[in-house]
C-alpha cells in the first residue's frame, strides 16, 4: 500500500518523463514549421500535469514515499504548479520568434523544456542529498542545450559554453559542499541529517565548512553576488524565448532546494548560514541596480534587475531565526516565496513583450527599440509598463506587495540589523526605480523609431493579457496567494 502511494506521489514525473519521450518520438514525423502538433501535446501534457498537482496540493498532507527519497508536501506541490504553469506561458510566448529563427527545425526545443521541468521537479521534492543533485544537474544540462539550439547564432553559442563552466563549476561547489554534509552526518537523507546535526555530537567546524560550499552553489543557482557572473551574458547572448525559461521556472526551484537543504535540512546552523545570505543579499541588491542604471540592453538591464530582486528573497530567507528561536520563521519564508512566485509571474510578461515585438532579422533587445510603443500598440505598452512598475515596487502591483512583505518580515523581527537592512533595501529599490521608469518613458515620450504595427498569434495575445492582468490583479487582492504561501510554509515546518 505504501508502495503504491509512492508512485502516486510521483506521478506527475512519470507522466512528465513518458510525454517528454513521447513528444520527442512524434517530432520525427512532424513537417510544419510551427510544430504544431508537438505544441499541442506539450500544452495539454503541462495543462494536465499542473491540474494534478493543484489536486493535490489542495489536500495539504505530507508525505515520504520511495524509501524517504520523495517528499510531497504542500510547498513543493504548489511551486511544482506554479514552474508547470510558467513553462507552458514560455512556450506559447517563444514559438512565433523560434520558429522565425530556425530553432524550431527539431522538436528540441519542446522536449528539452519538458525534460528541465522535470528535473524542477526532482529538485523541488526531493529529499535527499543525491535526488536534489540529479534534478539540478537535469536541469542544468537541459539549459545548456536550450541556450545553443540557435545553431547558427554565435552569441548563443558564446553565451552556452560560458553557462556550461560556470555552471559545472558551481555544481561541483554544491556537491562538495554536501559531500562534506555528508561525511560529518553520516546520511544523505535531510531529515537523518537534521536530527544529527540536532544531536550536537557532530563536529561544528566540518559542519560550517560544508555549508560554506552549499550556499555559494545555491547562490549560484539564484544568481547572486558574487556568483552573478553568468547571468548578464546567459540572459543577453540565449535566445529570447530560451531566456524566458532560464529567467523564471528555475527560479521556483532554486528557492525550493534552498528550503529544502538550508531550513529542513540544517535550521541549527542558521545562525551561520543567514550571516552568508545577508551578505550576499547586500551585495546583490548594491550591484544589482548600480550596474543595470549604465544598461542600454534591456535583456542585460532586467539580468541585472533579477540579481538585485534575488537580493530580496535572500533577506526574507535569512529573517526566519531570530536569537535561536524560530517564531517568525512562517512569517520570512512565506514572504519569501511570495515574492518569488510574483516575481516570476511578472517577468513572464516582461519577456513576453519582448518576444512580441522581435521579429524576423529583428530581435528588440535594446531599450530604444521600445521608443514610442504606445502609439503602435497601446495594449502592449500598457502591459510592460505594469511589469515595470511592479519590479520596481510601485502600488498598486503585485511587485509592491512582495517587496511590503519582506521588508515587513526584517522589521518584525525587532533586530536593529534588520531594520537596518530594511532601510538599505528601501535605498535600493529607489535606486532600481530610475532605470525602471526610463523604459517607461521611453515607450510612452519617445517617437517611434518604426511605423510598423504589432502583430501577435491570438494565443500570445490572449496569455500576455491575461499574464499582464494578474500582475495588477495580485496587487490590488494580495490575499489570497499570500495566504496560500503562508498555508504551505507552515505545513512544511510542522512535518
Known amino acids: 500500500m505504501t508502495e503504491q502511494l509512492g508512485w502516486i506521489n510521483v506521478l506527475p514525473e512519470i507522466i512528465l518523463l513518458v510525454m517528454a519521450c513521447v513528444i520527442t518520438l512524434v517530432d520525427l514525423g512532424v513537417t510544419t514549421r510551427l510544430r504544431s502538433l508537438t505544441h499541442t501535446l506539450s500544452m495539454l501534457t503541462l495543462a494536465g500535469v499542473a491540474a494534478l498537482l493543484a489536486n493535490q496540493a489542495s489536500v495539504g498532507s505530507t508525505t515520504y514515499s520511495l524509501g524517504n527519497l520523495v517528499v510531497n508536501d504542500s510547498m513543493g506541490l504548489w511551486l511544482k504548479c506554479f514552474a508547470t504553469l510558467a513553462v507552458m506561458v514560455t512556450l506559447v510566448y517563444g514559438r512565433p520568434y523560434a520558429a522565425d529563427r530556425g530553432m524550431l527545425r527539431g522538436g528540441e526545443m519542446f522536449s528539452l523544456s519538458l525534460f528541465s521541468l522535470l528535473g524542477m521537479f526532482i529538485m523541488i521534492s526531493g529529499n535527499n542529498f543525491l535526488l536534489i543533485y540529479l534534478g539540478l544537474e537535469l536541469l542544468t544540462l537541459s539549459s545548456y542545450a536550450l541556450v545553443a539550439l540557435r545553431r547558427d547564432h554565435g552569441d548563443a553559442t558564446e553565451a552556452s559554453m560560458k553557462y556550461f563552466v560556470l555552471g559545472a563549476m558551481a555544481s561541483g561547489f554544491l556537491l562538495y559542499g554536501l559531500s562534506m554534509m555528508y561525511g560529518a552526518t553520516g546520511s544523505l537523507d535531510i531529515n537523518a541529517v537534521l536530527r544529527a546535526i540536532s544531536s550536537g555530537k557532530v563536529n561544528h567546524t566540518v559542519l560550517v ?44 526551484a532554486a528557492f525550493a532546494i534552498v528550503i529544502r537543504l538550508l531550513v529542513e535540512g540544517m535550521l541549527p ?23 543595470a542604471i549604465a544598461q542600454t540592453n534591456l535583456k542585460r538591464m532586467l539580468a541585472f534587475s533579477t540579481i538585485s530582486q534575488m537580493g530580496f528573497v535572500l533577506l526574507g530567507l535569512m529573517s526566519g531565526v531570530i536569537n535561536g528561536s524560530t517564531v517568525s520563521a512562517a512569517n520570512a519564508y512565506s514572504s519569501a516565496m511570495f515574492y518569488v512566485i510574483t516575481y516570476v509571474l511578472t517577468t513572464l510578461a516582461g519577456f513576453g513583450v519582448m518576444l512580441l515585438l522581435a521579429r524576423e ?88 523609431i518604426t511605423a510598423t504595427t504589432v502583430a501577435a498569434p491570438t494565443d500570445v495575445r490572449v496569455v500576455l493579457s491575461i499574464n499582464g492582468a494578474l500582475v495588477l490583479i495580485l496587487g490590488i487582492l494580495p490575499g489570497g496567494l499570500m495566504a496560500l504561501c503562508a498555508q504551505a510554509i507552515v505545513k512544511m515546518l510542522g512535518s
Open 269 to 291: 546552523l542558521a545562525i551561520d548560514w543567514q550571516q552568508m545570505l545577508m551578505l550576499l543579499a547586500i551585495g546583490s541588491l548594491a550591484i544589482g541596480n548600480f550596474a
Open 209 to 252: 565548512f560544508g555549508l560554506v560550499f552549499v550556499v555559494a552553489g545555491l547562490a549560484f543557482k539564484l544568481g547572486v553576488v558574487p556568483f552573478h557572473m553568468w547571468i548578464p551574458d546567459v540572459y543577453q547572448g540565449a535566445p529570447t524565448s530560451v531566456t524566458n525559461l532560464i529567467g523564471s521556472a528555475p527560479k521556483l
Open 361 to 448: 532579422g529583428f530581435e528588440s533587445e535594446e531599450i530604444s527599440d521600445f521608443a514610442g510603443l504606445n502609439q503602435r500598440s497601446p495594449l502592449y505598452a500598457a502591459v510592460m509598463a505594469v511589469t515595470l512598475f511592479s519590479l520596481a515596487g510601485i502600488p498598486p502591483m503585485v511587485g509592491f506587495y512582495a517587496k511590503l512583505s519582506v521588508l515587513q518580515a526584517l522589521v518584525a523581527s525587532g533586530q536593529a540589523l534588520h531594520i537596518g537592512l530594511a532601510v538599505f533595501a528601501v535605498l535600493m529599490s529607489l535606486v532600481g526605480a530610475f532605470y525602471y521608469l526610463r523604459v517607461v518613458k521611453v515607450m510612452y515620450f519617445d517617437e517611434p
